[in-house]
């Protein structure tokens, strides 16, 4: 009897010891990666705000009813209603804005939809004779690009429209030269844009307003610009050539420095943006040679200068984007970008030391561990142990026989 209740007992802690790990990585861990879902194609103007992902659908390959605006709550592991006939987008807390039939409004939690533009001809700066593009929102300000006459291009300069959702003020931005502008950010006081006042669609400067003083800055641009410039906070981001190679530019608004982050290539799509501090980018192997089509993805805290690889060198990465202590971007094989299955995935990052982490998704997925080391050329992400689950396995019959044996 004795030897029962002994081999009873031995036998749960056993048990106890083997099925522990298994609860524990369940559970989700910073500097881990989690495939969310994934998508027939490769999405467009890929946006993430605290747990709200947003991204665009608009391949030719889609049928008219695939193609819209799409998003996904990562805390409630659901999906937001679908927007059709959508061409950029920009979110800030429930509000999201984004151009198609004029400026569009969403309320994310009640779903109800109100055009900004296009609505009255009598009420300017807007018209039915005016096309607007490239909004952006933080709180309640909404700021976008207005175009004189029917033709319109991505590039072309425009009139910079702020509208105050409390109040319904709208005015245009008192730049130094106005209708030279073009893909204006909004954060707080403060608004960016690529500007045409000085050279061709091909070599733009990059200026900041600042609204509560009223003041317009130039940016130090030192290199052809090559993306669309992203602002947070003290910081802004965005990309030059620099001798042939896309590089990384960091911009602090308060100390006035400027900073070579590193290199940096860009998708259609793609911003290298940044949050609390930290700029996420797509880092290719070889940059001076164009066939190549291994990418890592980087991460940067400017607060220690420590830069982080969080994915090994492979084909078919794209859209790194941030917020907080998340990073999501998708993977593919790299073969028919337009074509073939890309995952979802999303990347959470340590706490900083003394910081609490952000609220975990509270979703039941499976995760693996991604390699930290920073800067190398070949890192490849450890993988759980292919025979843990045989271990717990061979435990649990070791153990049952152990215990029959006692009995007999």
Request: proline letters at 6%; hydrophobic letters at 35%; aromatic letters at 8%.
């Amino acid at each position: 009897m004795n030897n029962y209740r002994h081999s009873n007992g031995l036998l749960i802690v056993i048990i106890c010891l083997v099925t522990i790990p298994l609860t524990i990585s369940a559970e989700p861990v910073p500097g881990t990666e989690a495939v969310l879902f994934t998508l027939s194609e490769e999405p467009f103007y890929m946006t993430l705000e605290g747990d709200r992902l947003f991204w665009l659908q608009d391949n030719k390959y889609l049928s008219a009813s695939e193609r819209g605006l799409y998003g996904y709550n990562l805390t409630e592991d659901s999906t937001i209603p679908v927007v059709h006939q959508v061409e950029t987008t920009k979110i800030s807390g429930d509000r999201v804005v984004f151009s198609g039939k004029g400026i569009m409004l969403m309320n994310v939690t009640t779903g109800t939809l109100v055009q900004l533009t296009n609505q009255d001809d009598a009420s300017l700066p807007v018209s039915d004779l005016r096309f607007n593009q490239n909004p952006s929102i933080d709180g309640d300000q909404v700021a976008w690009t207005e175009h004189e006459g029917l033709a319109h291009s991505g590039v072309d300069g425009g009139k910079i429209v702020i509208l105050n959702l409390t109040t319904g003020e709208r005015q245009y931005l008192p730049t130094g030269s106005p209708g030279n502008q073009n893909s204006p950010m909004i954060f707080g006081n403060f608004i960016l844009w690529k500007d045409y006042r000085s050279g061709g669609v091909n070599d733009p400067e990059l200026y900041l307003f600042d609204l509560k003083e009223g003041k317009e800055e130039r940016l130090p641009t030192e290199n052809p610009v090559k993306s669309i410039p992203y602002i947070s906070g003290d910081d802004v981001v965005w990309t030059e050539k620099i001798h042939g190679i896309h590089t990384i530019i960091h911009y602090s608004i308060s100390s006035r420095n400027r900073t070579i982050i590193g290199q940096g290539s860009i998708h259609q799509g793609h911003l290298p943006p940044i949050s609390d501090e930290r700029i996420v980018w797509l880092q290719s192997r070889n940059p001076l040679d164009i066939r190549e089509e291994r990418n890592a993805i980087m991460v940067m805290d400017l607060r220690t200068g420590e830069k982080t690889q969080i994915t090994p060198f492979q084909r078919g990465l794209s859209h790194p984007v941030i917020s907080g202590e998340y990073i999501i971007y998708t993977r593919g094989a790299g073969d028919d970008w337009s074509r073939e299955p890309r995952e979802v995935v999303l990347y959470t990052l340590p706490s900083r030391p003394g910081e609490h982490g952000m609220n975990d998704t509270g979703r039941s997925i499976s995760h693996s561990p991604v390699n930290n080391s920073s800067n190398q050329s070949d890192a490849v992400p450890p993988t759980s142990s292919p025979g843990f689950t045989c271990f717990t396995l061979v435990a649990g019959c070791i153990a049952a026989l152990a215990f029959r044996k006692v009995l007999q």
